[in-house]
């Protein structure tokens, strides 16, 4: 499979990629997990979120590095949506998309 391929695949994940992800790599699944609560959305949705935003988003250096972790690995779907994720979790989310508190103690959504 090429590279588009396992994006592909990760971009169309459905509600089985967290018992997939169980199985083949827990230290991912539990990555999956983590941006999951901290999006408030779930494992799927926050897979092809990932996906998304390293498309669009990732530097040729995150390319790179993509690229030289999945040719050396022994199951590159595992390895590039773990990398993909551990990605998205590094980055810091827009000033457009932030939430403040309001003086009064509820969130106040910057659009």
Known sequence: MMLGDYLAL???AGADIQGWL???????AR????????????????????V???S?????EDWATLI?????AADP???CLGAIVDWRLSQKPCSKHQT???PHGTEIEEA
């Open 31 to 50: 990555a999956l997990e983590k941006l999951a609560a901290n999006e408030n959305i779930t494992p799927a949705r926050a897979a092809r979120m990932a």
């Open 100 to 102: 403040r508190k309001h």
């Open 10 to 12: 990760a971009k169309n």
């Open 52 to 54: 998304a935003d390293f």
């Open 22 to 28: 169980a199985g083949s790599g827990p230290v991912q």
């Open 77 to 79: 779907a595992l390895v």
């Open 68 to 72: 030289s972790h999945v040719r050396d």
């Open 56 to 60: 669009r988003f990732a530097s040729e």
